[in-house]
């Protein structure tokens, strides 16, 4: 296998990512800052989450001879949901932590995700297994999955391996979704006297699970640049053959941070967002207008060709499109067949019209099962698709008036998977090393139902700080099929407000980029060129105003 490694996974395998400085302390002491309660509905999370509700915020220092770490600790780590850049740092911090702590500690990696906890499915984590692993992308180490720990069962047969296992303590690598479910079964271990702390690390490359004590989950860097490097492609092809509108949806579930990223780096001609769409309630027939006068404007100028950009959450954000989603959802939980002719019956008049006037391909995408966690799977519905063709339905009508001469020709793309194993940034792999450590390091200290931390991103890594925030003060409640479930709240791109400084960098220039082509390519992630240690844009504008 490894004489089929490149040169430049070599060096990336043997690379020593740079550490913050607390992490490689002797030993950190432990900080109790301000007790923090939910983000909404504080009575009734507060109700949901008795024994661990409403605890301080940690902060880890470096410590004195007292913090010194010297027991063996037994810890369990499982990635959940979907893959994403540096996981498998996130394991390295986790396993050095454990080995700094004793020679003789154990570190079990869970394999496929919850349902290996659930059903004790794991393997002991030996140095040379993790070695082969460090600075490495994807999950392939342990595979991962998106079960969910829910019913009591589960919960008893995840307590029964974790005490089998004598677990000092189970990490949960995963994105809002995962980490509410650690939330949850550190609740049930702690109430029921199991002694194992269940402690989460901020992972998705969505970038919505972040706030302002988690200032970005790990993996978003690695995959909007590796995203960008792509567009910043096609775009330059679009350039030479001046032939094709690109239509490319880029993943990212119901936030546009990823898009709003690419937005950033790339510079292309037109980039929806879907919070804006629906702050302003634009329809389809309203965003395919805005399409339409500009392909009409660039026509004039001689351009027949350029690149739109949309987020697979699009969709949902629409609003005739939100009223069917949440009325299929409904007519989904009350047990109706999964067929379009079950369902259209079933769907409220005014959904049924919107639902009847679209393809067939995208009835049968809006049909598909929805995740363990009750999520519509944007990332399987062709948005891009309908747009273009609502786009071309309109050029249709306009030509046959003679108000447009040009042919408009589509090709799509969907960058998504491409991007979630992709070797990590520099930024990703010392981010999530310092995740994974400190997040040891906080079950060590007996800390339970926290997600790790790491701040002041905007120094040298050196000088980031870290901690433990309570899961339960990210939670809110929302409708999941058909219920009201106690879940953290997803972080979208804000217009306006404290984090708004990207999408305000982003609305101050589009205009130009419509009009003129401004196409950036960046090109590959940089390991070796000065600046590739930067962090992308979106951090450094939320971080730096
Ligand atoms: P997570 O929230 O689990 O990190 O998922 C990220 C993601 O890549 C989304 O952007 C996408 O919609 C989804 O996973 C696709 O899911 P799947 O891997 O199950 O097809």
């Known amino acids: 296998q490894r004489c089929s490694f490149s040169k430049l996974q070599d060096e990336r395998l043997a690379s020593r ?23 909404d509905h504080h009575d009734r999370i507060k109700a949901l989450f008795p024994s661990t509700y409403g605890r301080p915020r940690i902060e880890l220092v470096p410590g004195g001879e007292a913090d010194v770490f010297d027991k063996p600790l037994n810890m369990g780590v499982v990635l959940s949901g979907g893959q994403a850049p540096g996981g498998h740092n996130v394991i390295a911090g986790v396993f050095d932590f454990a080995k700094k702590c004793s020679p003789d500690s154990k570190v079990f990696g869970f394999l496929n995700g919850p349902a290996g906890v659930m059903k004790g499915i794991c393997t002991e984590i030996t140095p040379e297994l993790m070695d082969a692993y460090r600075n490495t992308g994807g999950f392939d180490m342990l595979g991962s999955g998106r079960d969910k720990i829910e019913t009591k069962e589960q919960m008893e047969a995840s307590k029964k391996v974790a005490e089998e296992l004598n677990l000092d303590g189970l990490i949960v690598i995963g994105g809002d979704d995962s980490n509410t479910n650690a939330a949850i079964l550190a609740e049930y271990f702690e109430s029921s006297g199991c002694k194992t702390k269940v402690n989460g690390c901020p992972k998705t490359i ?7 004590y988690v200032p970005i989950s790990f993996g978003f860097d690695t995959a909007a640049k590796t995203f960008s490097e792509e567009i910043g492609n096609v775009q330059l092809d679009a350039l030479a053959s001046q032939k094709y509108y690109h239509f490319i949806r880029l993943m990212g579930r119901a936030a546009s941070n990823i898009a709003l990223e690419c937005a950033l780096q790339t510079r292309p001609n037109v980039c929806l967002i879907s919070e804006e769409v629906e702050a302003k309630g634009l329809s389809l027939k309203q965003i395919v207008d805005e399409l339409v006068e500009m392909i009409l404007k660039r026509a004039d100028a001689g351009k027949n060709y350029g690149v739109v950009m949309l987020p697979e959450g699009l969709i949902e954000f629409i609003p005739e499109f939100n009223a069917l989603i949440s009325d299929i959802n409904d007519v989904l939980a009350s047990g109706i067949p999964t067929t379009i002719e079950g369902v259209v019956p079933a769907l409220q008049p005014a959904n049924r019209n919107v639902f009847n006037y679209l393809p067939q391909s995208i009835k049968m995408q809006l049909l598909l099962d929805r995740d363990p966690h009750g999520n519509v799977q944007v990332a399987k519905i062709e948005t891009e698709v309908l747009l273009a063709q609502a786009v071309e339905a309109e050029l249709e009508k306009l030509a046959a008036e003679g108000k447009y001469a040009a042919k408009f020709a589509p090709q799509f793309h969907s960058f998504g998977y491409e991007g979630r194993c992709a070797l990590p940034s520099h930024f990703d792999c010392s981010y999530c090393y310092a995740l994974g450590y400190t997040a040891g390091a906080l079950t060590s200290k007996g800390m339970n139902a926290l997600m790790a931390c790491a701040n002041n991103l905007d120094m040298p890594i050196e000088d980031w700080t870290v901690g433990g925030v309570p899961i339960t003060m990210m939670c809110h409640m929302e409708r999941r099929k058909g219920k009201d479930k106690p879940v953290i709240m997803k972080a979208l791109v804000e217009l306006d407000g404290p984090r708004s400084q990207p999408f305000q960098a982003f609305a101050a220039e589009r205009e130009k980029w ?22 992308n844009m979106t951090l450094m504008y939320e971080l730096l105003g």
Do not use: T, W
Not at 20 to 34: D, F, I, N, T, Y
Not at 206 to 212: R, V, W
């Open 514 to 535: 419509m009009e003129h082509d401004m196409y950036r390519a960046p090109g590959a992630i940089q390991f070796y060129s000065e600046g590739a240690r930067n962090a």
């Open 206 to 212: 969505d970038g919505d699970l972040k706030n302002e």
């Open 17 to 39: 990512c740079i550490k913050p400085r607390v992490v490689l302390a002797k030993s950190v002491h432990v900080m109790e800052r301000e007790a923090l309660g939910a983000r």
